[in-house]
């Protein structure tokens, strides 16, 4: 049995530059309950009176998980975690000799002292606790045996394995595991894997099936540096690779997208489950395939996150896929007119970098020599701006180029001072994006125009979709 703990709020809040308001951090807190992750860290309340204000409300919501406080190995921080509410305290100190000699400057029986001491006074409060010997997977094997016996006499039933650095290799994890279980008196075993050389998830698998109890994640994999396991991906390769089903999977994009919003840290579009083109095929070979049976190029349905499969239409693209486009619109056509327009579409890519359904919809009115009535499903949208007039417009501007879905920014003269290209694919998506938009410091109004049809520019080269 896999446990999952989400430490989004604690390990996630130390992104660089990432910071939550407490009616986010509540949220967050509300929506992996929904996930129903056995435990949440809210937060190392010594940090800061906001973060203890957040843990103290989290721990006073009333959730089925078990909320976390991370703590330093300090009487007062052990007192302020309990003062908030939480259930259990994390109490972390490092055992490897780098840690011990350069950053704490204390003996290895110094340490041992140290942690036994705060985790019994921990006890002594009546919290749970967990610990974590921080940077364990450098730290001498002997010795951390020693140290996390040492703390779950003193009272710890949780040991959080902390691969720190994110050094471990699956086969390396799965031994050390095994050690860990032959030589640790009983206790649960938290994993905690940084993701540095890409291996965080992979690690955390391979630990469980060693024998260790829980897996540390983030939404988003959020983290100092480059973060620990996501969310998602952790969830749905347990469930689809290891058959575990005690969450629920549908909530995990609208968690996911609310990170986003909330951390300004945008997912890379080729992020695993979550990621924009976790479902979406490109060549003819692939597209062929996944229309005839999805299980071709599909490791598992989409429909599991509520989401669906999307077929990119370029120079790669076959037949089938312009055929399949086609007729999601109603638009009928010979073969001979498939043919021709295909080619069409081939020639064109060549210059540019994304075609939308609005060029495809007019490729085909040109070679079919029908004017075709429908209106696109993915939208592009003209957003007008006008900027507070004590505000610089390029400070606005640059703002609005980190939002994924603006591919364009211009600055203009009239009434407006900035026009923005925007490409997203639903009516609801557009509203989410200008209420993002307008919430811009310095946007004083917008006004939206949806693009029906697009004229200029095509076959020879021009595209506003690709510029900015
Ligand atoms: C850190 C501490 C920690 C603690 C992990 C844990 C780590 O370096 O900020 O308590 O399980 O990575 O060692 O996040
Ligand atoms: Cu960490």
């Known amino acids: 049995m896999v446990a999952i703990l989400d430490t989004t709020l604690r390990e996630g809040e130390q992104t660089p530059y990432v910071n939550f308001s407490l009616s986010e951090k509540l949220e967050i807190a509300r929506l992996l309950d929904q996930v129903g992750v056995e435990m949440i860290e809210a937060g190392d309340p ?7 204000t ?67 006074y921990a006890r002594s409060l009546g919290l749970k606790v967990r610990y974590t010997p921080e940077d364990a997977t450098r730290t001498e094997f002997g010795f951390l045996i020693k140290v996390c016996n ?37 206790c649960k075993i938290d994993l905690h894997c940084h993701n540095d050389y890409g291996l965080a998830l992979a690690n955390a698998m391979a630990g469980i099936r060693a024998g260790a109890d829980c897996v540390h994640t983030t939404v988003n994999g ?36 609310y990170l986003e919003k909330v951390s300004g840290f945008f997912l890379a579009p080729n ?21 005839k049976d999805p299980k071709t190029y599909e490791p598992f349905d989409p429909a599991m996150l509520g989401r669906e499969r999307k077929i990119v239409i370029d120079k790669y693209t076959g037949k089938s896929a312009v055929a399949s486009r086609l007729d999601e619109y109603g638009i ?26 609005t060029d495809i919809i007019e ?25 507070e007039s004590h505000v610089y417009t390029t400070s606005v501007v640059r703002r609005l180029r980190s939002f994924k879905d603006v591919s364009a920014v211009y600055e203009v003269t009239g009434e407006y001072d900035i026009s923005a290209i925007v490409n997203v694919e639903n009516v609801s998506a557009l509203n989410n994006l200008i209420e993002e938009l307008r919430t811009v410091t310095g946007v004083k109004r917008t006004e939206t125009r949806v693009i029906l049809k697009k004229y200029s520019g095509i076959g020879n080269g021009g595209n506003h979709g690709n510029a900015g």
Request: charged share 20%.
């Open 54 to 120: 957040a843990v103290g409300k989290i721990a006073g919501l009333g959730l089925k998980a078990e909320v976390v406080a991370h703590s330093m190995a300090i009487k007062k921080s052990i007192d302020i975690a309990k003062s908030c509410g939480a259930d259990r305290v994390a109490i972390f100190f490092a055992t490897s000799s780098i840690h011990l000699d350069n950053k704490l400057h204390k003996s290895q029986n110094q340490a041992l002292e140290i942690i036994c001491e705060h985790i019994a």
């Open 150 to 186: 040492a703390a779950i006499e003193a009272g710890a039933d949780r040991i959080s394995f902390a691969d720190t650095l994110g050094i471990l290799q699956p086969h390396i994890m799965y031994e050390r595991v095994c050690a860990l279980r032959e030589n640790l008196m009983p």
């Open 271 to 291: 992020k695993p489950i979550t990621g924009q083109n976790a479902f979406t095929h490109k060549s003819g070979v692939h597209t062929n395939g996944v229309l």
């Open 363 to 387: 490729i085909a009115e040109k070679v079919t020599g029908r004017e075709i009535d429908v209106i696109p499903h993915d939208i592009n949208a003209l957003v007008m701006l006008e900027v």
């Open 332 to 357: 009928e056509v010979s073969p001979a007119e498939l043919d021709v327009i295909v080619t069409r579409i081939k020639n064109l890519s060549d210059n540019r970098k994304q075609l939308f359904d």
């Open 46 to 52: 010594s940090v800061s009176p906001s973060i203890a």
């Open 222 to 257: 959020l983290g100092e540096r480059t973060g620990i396991p996501d969310l998602a991906e952790t969830i749905v390769a347990f469930h689809n690779l290891e058959g575990l089903n005690q969450y629920n999977i549908q909530p995990l994009m609208g968690i996911s997208s």
